[in-house]
Every structure is written in C-alpha cells, then in structure tokens.
C-alpha cells in the first residue's frame, strides 16, 4: 500500500511551474513570462499570482490579461525538408522549415537536429524540449543516416577510415565509428552517431571527395515517412514517438 509520503511525491510530480506553462502554452518565452508573472497581469482562479514558481495541475482557469490560457497537446512532427530552407524559426533571408507548418504557436516549436540549406528530407520538430534534448544530446549517440551523392567514385578505402573515425579539418579528436554503405560508385548511405557542424560534408573531405546531394533518411529507428511529398509533414504516432530512441 502507498504510504502518504509516497502519494505526495507522484502528486507534487504532476504539478507544474506557472512560468513553464505560460511558456508552454504561449508565444512568450520563460523570461517574457516571469515578466507578466510579476507584473501582476495572470491570475489562476480569479487570484493574482507574482510567483513564477507558483505551481498549478492544469485545472485551474489561467488568464493572461483577462484571456483564458489553454493547454496546447505536445506536438511531435515528422517534415519532407525541401532545399532552400533552413533549418531555423526565424530567418531574415530565406525561408524556414517552420514557415511550412500550418500550426498555431509556432515559436515554442523546436527543431530536433537541423539539416543545411541544401540539405534535404528528414527533420523532426516538437515543443517537448525533453523529448528533443534526448535526441540530439551528445551523450544519446542517437544515430542519423544519410544518402550521400559523391563528385567522385567512392573507394573501399574510405569506407575503413569512416569505420576507424576521421579527423576533421579543425577538431583535435576523430570522429566516432561511422557506417558507410555503399549503393554504387557515387552514392552511398552513411550512418553516424554525432552531429559534429557539417560532419558528413567534412567527412568526405577528409576523404578527398565532395558531396554534391545529402538527404537524411532515419533518426533513430524512425524512417522518413515515404508517403510524404517535398514540403508536406504529419504528427507521429505514438509508437514512433516512443520507439525512436536506439536499443
């Protein structure tokens, strides 16, 4: 039987930071929203709250300058990256993955590891900066694989150095283990386990080849949808939410 102690730990577990729920739930950002806390402009229950740590279970009725503040359900995106967009929320000079997104709040939107301009297919976008933090953290070594046109024909050679780790113009350390298979002379499809700045292009490189095409294809054990023409995204499953994470 759960003993009383116990019963208050699960239930201060559920409770939640006001400031993290107007971030949340919100176009402003945590600092913007200790700003409102403390100027007095959110009330939960009729009652002016100035404590951002003011925590809440999300029954209450929160109002931003008398507007109600509703729960937004976590959103987890699947996106076909076109070239030309970067992988950015905001962008002066050219146009982002977020502009692609026919959803409401999109600046609490993260994307989970970016791809180049000229880069292309996978990307994942979310606003569970947990979620993405477990993805993209060094430490998950959540592998990415990539299909990889080549200038020139690739030799069996750099297929051992990729798998023995490369030293990139610039670091002082190889690179982590990668696999590279082969598809023909000039593609292949390369599977790493960082996200090193323009790691697949330097890799190649290192090689004294260049790439000329780079798409991604897999994050994790999640597969671009193929379903999903250029430009198009989709929610993911449950499943494919739970089950990207690597064995």
Not at 7 to 26: G, P, Q, V, W, Y
Not at 82 to 103: Q, R
Request: hydrophobic content about 40%; proline content about 2%; some cysteine.
């Amino acid at each position: 039987m759960m003993g009383i102690a116990a019963l208050h730990a699960i239930l201060r577990e559920l409770l939640m930071r006001l400031d993290k729920f107007l971030s949340n739930n919100t176009p402003y950002s945590r600092s913007q929203a200790h700003r409102l806390i403390h100027a007095g402009e959110v009330t939960v229950n009729g009652e002016i709250i100035k404590k951002t740590d003011h925590k809440i279970n999300g029954t209450e009725q929160v109002l931003l300058n008398k507007q109600q503040i509703l729960t937004q359900s976590v959103r987890y995106l699947m996106l076909n990256k076109p070239v030309g967009y970067v992988s950015a929320n905001h962008d002066s000079e050219n146009p982002t993955v977020i502009d692609l997104l026919d959803e409401i709040n999109k600046s609490s939107l993260q994307i989970v590891g970016r791809l180049d301009k000229d880069t292309t297919r996978l990307v994942l976008i979310t606003d569970d900066g947990e979620w993405n933090h477990k993805i993209t953290a060094p430490a998950s070594k959540c592998k990415k694989t990539y299909f990889v046109t080549l200038a020139d024909p690739i030799s069996q050679e750099t297929v051992a150095l990729f798998n023995q780790g490369v030293l990139l113009d610039g670091e002082k350390k190889l690179t982590a283990p990668a696999e590279l298979e082969l598809v023909n002379s000039y593609q292949a499809r390369l599977t790493i386990s960082e996200g090193k700045y323009h790691q697949v292009k330097r890799m190649f490189a290192a090689a004294g080849n260049k790439v000329i095409a780079l798409h991604r294809e897999k994050i994790g054990n999640l597969l671009l949808d193929s379903t999903l023409a250029s430009g198009q995204y989709r929610s993911l499953t449950h499943q494919e939410v739970q089950g990207i994470f690597n064995d």
